[in-house]
């Protein structure tokens, strides 16, 4: 089946740093890639969604200056968390879409952010 | 209301037993249903789509009840293996293609 992958798988910073965290489509073109964060022992939540070579759609509480999102290519979308804080630990996972259907939506291994 | 809700649990069965989970969605206008299976610190997986008429794969039967708006997943001879997340996904037609996930349903089997 196609293939998404993100890095880093884990990462650790200061507070007050910034981390890129980045998602990519390995044999398929991605025309939507979703963003989502989860908590511990919480729900899967969306936090943008985003279509090749325009700007991210972000969900209602999240702030798009402190969680920048790129997605350049077809294969490849970038999360940003600026100036991160201890609140921002959490699970980073994206996703990505070849088509509408969610039968062709398939998740990254996800991303778990500490901050310190 | 949350637009899709389910039970948290945790569910902890025996190994060998019948388990079944329901999933509640407020939108009527839903067309698309699935469940996905998450493992502990893992990224979700499509378990199964849910079709109006029902569906079994294996051990797994996925049912849709629209006039009552819930799916539910109903798992025979639960295996240790199973033990893990269950997300229920519902999805609108037409213009919104976003998925909405449910806070899912921990399932732990033991011996």
């Known amino acids: 089946g196609a293939v998404v992958s993100q890095h880093p798988s884990r990462v650790i910073c200061k507070s007050g740093t910034s981390v890129k965290i980045e998602c990519r489509s390995l044999?398929?073109?991605?025309?939507?890639m979703f963003w989502y964060r989860q908590f511990p022992k919480k729900s899967l939540m969306l936090m943008a969604t985003s279509n090749e070579g325009s700007k991210a759609t972000y969900e209602q509480g999240v702030e798009k200056d402190k969680f920048l999102i790129n997605h350049a290519s077809l294969t490849l979308s970038t999360l940003t968390v600026t100036s991160a804080h201890p609140e921002d630990s959490s699970f980073y996972i994206c996703s990505a879409r070849e088509g509408t259907s969610v039968l062709e939506q398939y998740f990254g291994p996800g991303t778990r952010l500490t901050v310190t | 209301r949350k637009e899709v809700e389910q039970d948290p649990g945790p569910f902890n069965v025996p190994e060998g037993a019948t388990v079944a989970f329901n999933c509640t969605y407020s939108n009527s206008a839903s067309q698309s249903f699935f469940w996905y299976r998450q493992d502990c610190r893992k990224e979700p997986k499509l378990l199964m789509s849910?079709?109006?008429s029902g569906n079994e794969d294996g051990r797994f039967t996925a049912q849709l009840n629209r006039a009552s708006q819930y799916i539910s997943l109903l798992i025979r001879d639960s295996k240790l293996s199973d033990s893990a997340t269950y997300l229920c996904v519902v999805k609108l037609s037409g213009g919104s293609y976003i998925p909405t996930f449910g806070r899912g349903t921990s399932l732990i089997v033991h011996p």
């Open positions: 849910v079709y109006s």
């Open positions: 044999d398929f073109q991605a025309t939507t």
